[in-house]
């Protein structure tokens, strides 16, 4: 079985490509950020005729994350206990999707399914702009709710096979780090409090791609001639609880994805996973196919 990630940039403009590299690659399970598009601007029938089934969490033109499955996807989430908002006051009217834990409306940056008997979450973690902006504070509530939750969530089911998957934009050890412009310390992704919420999550989960591909960007900014200087950095990541990292096989970041026509500034990251590794209730479906 193959899971992947992909900060897309746009599903709307990228559709064709990331369907044409699905199909190619035969990934089962894809978590999909900054779709920035709203569930009725989806292009949900190309998707079907490629046989995948969707999930979908976006509010506008900003942010917003989905899945696209070959298997059913249930248990579905687009929030989690705690989670903080950003941006101003709703008055007069209720947000979206709420309000967050801080009173403000709650972005479209997260969406959970449970596929047979893997928990699997697309994030998009707020990026945070610069170290004294109210977004930076935000981003760090923000992965400090997730964290809560995941703790909560393993101390419930120490054996469920969970992966927190997506965008992180923390660059968590200076190999991460290839863009100049941003400075270890002093710039966000790379500052020291990111940088321990990010290891804060390592008793609970790991990410399981490093050890198979210890080297490797997984984002080249379009400006200044990034990608062809590999001036990169690994923000995308799979972080699996011990269950998930016990079943993959392989991994890998596709990084010819960068290249070619109208490409996203992410690549996508793979994780193979053994599904003969978790209870009978996915094995058996992995064998059925779809049905629309």
């Known amino acids: 079985m193959r899971i992947a990630t992909w900060n897309v940039n746009s599903i ?22 900054e779709i920035k598009c709203r569930p009725d ?10 046989g995948y089934q969707l999930e979908i969490n976006g509010l506008n033109q900003w942010n917003g994350v989905a899945f696209a499955s070959r298997h059913e996807m249930t248990d579905v989430a687009r929030t ?6 950003f941006g101003a006051p709703i008055k007069g009217q209720e947000a979206v999707q709420g309000e967050g834990a801080n009173g403000l409306p709650i972005e479209a940056r997260a969406l ?20 004294d902006d109210p977004h930076f504070t935000y981003k760090l509530a923000w ?4 964290r809560a939750n995941t703790e909560a969530w393993l101390a419930e089911d120490p054996d469920l096979p969970l992966a927190l998957m997506g965008d992180w934009n923390i660059a968590p050890l200076d190999g991460d780090m290839g863009d100049p412009s941003f400075t270890v310390g002093r710039s966000t992704h790379v500052s020291p409090d990111e940088r321990s919420m990010f290891a804060s999550f390592a ?12 080297e490797g960007y997984t984002f080249w900014d379009y400006k200044a001639g990034r990608f062809p200087k590999d001036e990169g950095m690994r923000i995308d990541f799979i972080m699996g609880s011990r269950a998930f990292a016990d079943a993959v096989t392989g991994a890998s970041i ?16 793979v994780s193979d996973v053994d599904p003969s590794l978790f209870s009978g209730s996915f094995e058996d479906e992995y064998d059925r196919p779809m049905v629309f």
């Not at 601007?41 to 490629?50: K, S």
């Open 203 to 214: 008793p609970l989960v790991e990410d399981v791609v490093r050890p198979i591909v210890p």
């Open 143 to 146: 992965l400090e709710a997730l």
């Open 254 to 269: 596709e990084r010819d994805e960068r290249k070619g026509d109208a490409p996203s500034d992410h690549v996508p990251v």
């Open 41 to 50: 601007q989806f292009p949900v029938e190309a998707f079907a005729q490629a």
């Open 80 to 85: 989690f206990d705690g989670m903080p908002g």
């Open 112 to 131: 959970g399914v449970t596929v047979g008997d893997l928990r699997l979450w697309s994030l998009y973690v707020p990026n945070g702009r610069s170290l």
């Open 12 to 33: 709307r403009t990228r559709y064709g490509r990331v369907i044409d590299w699905l199909v190619r690659n035969d990934i089962d399970v894809l978590a999909m950020q």
